[in-house]
């Protein structure tokens, strides 16, 4: 199964530096003004050298890009359970 490629903006609701992978929650408002929650994975603690707890807080605006692939589960919809 291959990879799509995104890029989103959005607002952080929870971040966890924890292991195995680091977790950013965030919401993503769509072109109707809907919210859509996401999850981005990123790598462990110890592989991201300069962050620490509080280098993201919830109402921190971000952008996101990486791939969209569902077994891996790198960039997800928090309400996708493929």
Do not use: C, Y
């Not at 919210?35 to 962050?51: C, D, F, I, N």
């Amino acid at each position: 199964m291959g990879s799509i490629r995104f890029t989103l903006a959005g607002t952080v609701t929870e971040f966890h530096l924890v292991s195995p992978r680091t977790q950013i929650h965030f919401d993503v408002k769509d072109a109707q003004g809907n919210t859509m929650k996401w999850v981005a994975l990123t790598g462990p603690p110890q592989r991201m050298h300069s962050w620490r707890s509080d280098t993201l807080k919830a109402g921190d605006q971000i952008t996101v890009s990486g791939p969209f692939q569902e077994r891996q589960q790198i960039l997800r919809r928090e309400d996708d359970h493929g």
